[in-house]
């Protein structure tokens, strides 16, 4: 058995973590998103396939006999590939997918179908608003340039934002509830916007949210195709022992 493991997620680390203390043949793989990846327990390669014709490719020359995809669910490109590829080269395949959040009372929170659908959801008059997306999809906001945005990143962003009211935090999670709140009382945060990535460890900001009576705009996930799909890495690892002792 040869696992490649697509990460990028806390739960794909800590499923790295628990596959190389049981010695099994392991590759983490990075998208390569970010300048500095946590550095993994496994063997580690950085960077695209090359769509899923690649990502077959791979597989056929590394042997690879199951793959874990434990990518961020709105990763929903290299997760199709996932899918493609592997139908394509006889290749298990398991979905690790945590949970997605859902409100709780207190919480105030507009669900958009999708990331661009919500700058146009935001109110017209100026805003503080604190965009707790990543960097890719900034651009959208400036259809809304009258607010005043909070951008938080993980590596420094290079040029000049599309956004003519704009602070960049540069920030690597995990934070705390008071850390959240107490940044959104700084900078006196009137939205949040964020996607619905779901799971515990990077949640504290909708609590911080919810204790500051603040309205939170919710990309919801992209559709995936359909696929084996547990929600933690301990139910991964039984999946690997299972398909060990059958020899799969």
């Not at 056929?60 to 990518?71: K, L, P």
Request: proline share 7%; aromatic share 6%.
């Amino acid at each position: 058995m040869r696992v490649l493991l697509l990460g990028g997620t806390t739960e794909a680390s800590q499923l790295a973590r628990a596959m190389a203390e049981a010695r099994i043949d392991a590759v983490f793989s990075y998208a390569g998103r970010t300048n500095a990846p946590v550095v993994q327990p496994l063997p580690m390669r950085v960077g695209g396939f090359g769509g899923f014709e690649g990502l077959a490719e791979y597989l056929r020359e590394q042997r690879i006999s199951h793959v874990i995809d434990a990518t961020h669910p709105f990763a929903a490109g290299m997760s199709r590939n996932a899918v493609t590829a592997c139908a394509q080269m006889g290749v298990a395949l398991l979905r690790l997918e945590r949970s997605a959040w859902v409100p709780q009372a207190g919480d105030d929170w507009t669900f958009l179908p999708r990331l661009e659908d919500v700058p146009n959801a935001l109110p017209d008059t100026p805003a503080r608003v604190f965009l707790a997306i990543g960097k890719k999809h900034i651009g959208l906001f400036a259809a809304k340039p009258q607010h005043h945005y909070l951008v938080r990143v993980v590596d420094a962003m290079q040029g000049v934002l599309p956004l003519p009211i704009v602070e960049v935090l540069v920030a690597r999670p995990p934070f705390t509830v008071e850390a959240e709140a107490a940044l959104m009382q700084r900078h006196c945060i009137t939205h949040l916007v964020c996607k619905n990535g779901g799971g515990t460890g990077a949640n504290a900001k909708l609590i911080a949210a919810r204790h500051l009576k603040l309205p939170v705009f919710m990309a919801q996930r992209p559709d995936l195709p359909k696929a084996q799909t547990v929600s933690s890495g301990a139910e991964a690892m039984d999946w690997l022992s299972h398909v060990a002792d059958r020899g799969v």
